[in-house]
């Protein structure tokens, strides 16, 4: 099979023996799940449940109103084990800006007791429709981060190809890797669920990068007799990209205004995809996942099978938690984000926690003038100008970041990673998103206001003119009589 090469990218060291070698175990069932309200892109969910129920694992105790949920951006949430609502408040949520959100909190009962499931037997004896709402009620979104509902990719839209994605390339994660390993008969059969589910697609391909040998002779082992392609990639940072792995898998590329499945390609992580085998086979919805805990801030790190809303700490302890971390990271070495405690809740898009011990992670040397060398659009895989992006956001000129397309941007840290001043460019990029996305907040809620009150001078005045015509009216009467 040809394959193409993007734009950029660097080559990384990539930590990954650190967990890459230990088989997948399952973590500690804990005390109390904490499970915010909202663990996806889209619309956040609403409590089903009040204080003092009991709920069971397995059953939906947040979800998305409005409409169908199959209909929304948005996706419900499951209790991940039986037990007692103790509390529906605020919380730290593990996420950039450090901010509470609204979490339901379960105190669990020892017994992980499931609700009752509905699994589908023959699933093809059901329209691509029927089990894509199955999927949608299953709670899945993208698992390898970014957490967009799965079943919104899922709609048929003239889809030529599935790519199941493989390529794990940020450092220190591997619950992919170990994933593909010990579960690729799962990991295959969700990709046939996904194809009959995009109406059938004409091809299948499953990426894997070609420094995991036994993931990826582990899914030919098993794809022999299908039509499923297994092919090798090349280890490149960030191949596993969506639109990256696009053009290396087909040589399309994917336009700033196009999303991939205009150009009938639809892409879906590994563990997503065995996420939909369960829901669909076993009726499972997404409750758990697997977890790569590592860093040298733990004695064992490995590949956890965890809970979801599990606290972190808890996991961190499972692995042997030192005492001297100097950072909690959530997710990979590039994009990942430092976290300010270790009792957040474990959600739907954290697959990795990043223990660093004393001197593990690079400390940038001082910051110096950017001397404009243009290294950092050398390695850009969107083709970016990152230079002039950072003079825009840091003179806070967000118009003219946003003209050089600041939210094409992928934060995936190439640029940062290859700068010789040291300069700290996705904090730039993330914080200018972050005032824009504020800023039209803002304006949508005065607009929203703005229309209130121009609707209740209408109001008024509609009322005004009724109570005028109906004293007209009764004055005709008394006239006539």
């Known amino acids: 099979m040809r394959l193409w090469q993007f734009h950029g990218g660097v080559h990384l060291d990539g930590h990954k023996e650190l967990s890459s070698q230990v088989p997948i175990a399952q973590a500690n069932l804990p005390k109390f799940l904490i499970f915010p309200l909202l663990q ?26 409005g409409s169908d949920c199959s209909l929304m951006i948005s996706a419900p949430i499951h209790a991940s084990s039986s037990g007692t609502v103790v509390a529906i408040e605020l919380r730290p949520v593990p996420h950039p800006s450090q901010l509470t959100a609204i979490c339901i909190v379960i105190e669990t009962d020892g017994q992980d007791v499931w609700t009752e499931l509905n699994a589908i037997p023959d699933y ?6 029927a089990v894509r709402e199955h999927i949608a009620h299953a709670g899945i979104v993208g698992l390898g981060g ?26 220190y994660i591997t619950c992919d890797d170990r ?6 008969q799962d990991i295959l059969e969700g990709a046939q669920i996904l194809r009959h589910t995009l109406g059938g697609t004409k091809r299948c391909i499953i990426a894997v990068e070609d420094n995991k040998p036994s993931a990826f ?33 087909t040589g399309k590329e994917v336009g700033r205004a196009q999303f991939p499945a205009s150009i009938g390609v639809v892409v879906h992580n590994v563990e997503t995809t065995r996420a939909v085998f369960r829901a669909v086979t076993q009726g499972r919805p ?19 099978e965890v809970l979801l809303g599990t606290p972190m700490r808890e996991v961190l302890a499972q692995c042997g938690r030192k005492s001297d971390i100097e950072q909690l990271i959530m997710g990979g070495g590039m994009m990942g984000y430092a976290l300010p405690r270790d009792d957040l809740p474990m959600i739907k898009t954290t697959n990795c926690l990043i223990a660093s011990g004393p001197g593990e992670l690079r400390v940038p040397p001082p910051l110096l003038p950017c001397i404009r060398c243009n290294a950092c659009a050398q390695v850009c895989p969107i083709h970016l100008l990152p230079q002039q992006l950072y003079w825009h956001c840091k003179a806070k000129d967000f118009k003219r970041a946003q003209a050089y397309h600041l939210f094409d941007c992928i934060d995936c840290g190439c640029c940062a990673y290859v700068c010789p001043s040291h300069i700290p460019l996705v904090s730039y990029y993330r914080y200018a998103k972050a005032e824009i996305r504020a800023s039209e907040r803002e304006h949508k809620k005065a607009e929203q206001a703005q229309q209130r009150h121009e609707f209740r001078l209408f109001r008024v005045e509609r009322e005004k003119k ?16």
């Not at 009991?54 to 979800?63: S, T």
């Not at 093809?124 to 429709?129: N, V």
């Not at 990719?153 to 199941?164: E, G, H, N, Y």
């Open 40 to 65: 996806h892109i889209g619309e956040p969910t609403e409590p089903i449940v009040h204080v003092g129920d009991k709920v069971l694992k397995g059953q939906i105790v947040a979800h998305c109103f």
């Open 124 to 129: 093809t004896s059901l329209s691509p429709a």
């Open 146 to 171: 970014a957490g967009f509902p799965s079943h919104v990719k899922l709609r048929p839209q003239d889809i030529d190809t599935l790519v199941i994605n493989g390529a794990e390339c940020e450092p």
């Open 179 to 184: 994933l593909m390993q010990e579960c690729p």
């Open 217 to 249: 002779q582990a899914l030919s082992q098993v794809a022999q007799s299908t039509s499923v392609e297994v092919v090798k990639v090349p280890t490149l940072y960030p191949t596993g990209g969506e639109r990256q792995l696009i053009k290396v898998l």
């Open 286 to 304: 997404l409750v758990s996942r697997v977890v790569t805990v590592t860093g040298n801030g733990v004695d064992c790190p490995q590949n956890l």
């Open 466 to 481: 009724e109570r005028a015509e109906r004293h007209k009216q009764r004055a005709k009467g008394v006239d006539s009589g």
